[in-house]
């Protein structure tokens, strides 16, 4: 549980699972993002992480700032840094607005490419010839 104290409003206290929503959510709201990664490289990581948020990896702290660790797959025709870049900040800012918690560090890690079914149909007819 993420706490943050205001000393005028009160404790503003948020579940986990609330971050890796909002992290979830607006990174998916990216043109380009075929959806979050399932695959893990660690066995012991897939079996532990909650199935619904597969992808997100969050850290915190001393100081109640978050680091994130994000895991995308994305579509084949898009820019790379230009699509990290966009999931960065779409992740920074969702976050601060939505429970007004800073983020240190925000890793974008591309773990697949993944070909849209056109696309794979293009290729067949450019390669055969036809």
Do not use: W
């Not at 005028?8 to 992290?23: A, E, Y």
């Not at 979830?24 to 990664?37: C, D, F, K, Y």
């Amino acid at each position: 549980m993420e706490e943050k104290q205001n000393k005028d409003q009160g404790k503003l206290t948020c579940n986990r699972n609330i971050l890796f929503s909002i992290v979830s959510l607006a990174t998916n709201e990216i043109s380009g993002v075929a959806g979050m990664s399932k695959k893990s490289n660690c066995f012991l990581t897939r079996f532990l992480q909650n199935k619904s948020f597969s992808g997100v990896k969050i850290k915190y702290d001393i100081n109640g700032k978050i680091k994130i660790d994000v895991y995308i797959d994305v579509y084949s025709n898009i820019n790379v840094p230009d699509i990290c870049f966009k999931v960065q900040e779409n992740i920074k800012n969702n976050i601060l607005s939505m429970v007004e918690i800073k983020t240190t560090k925000i890793n974008v890690h591309i773990i697949d490419v993944v070909i849209s079914k056109e696309e794979e149909y293009e290729d067949a007819i450019e390669n055969s010839g036809i």
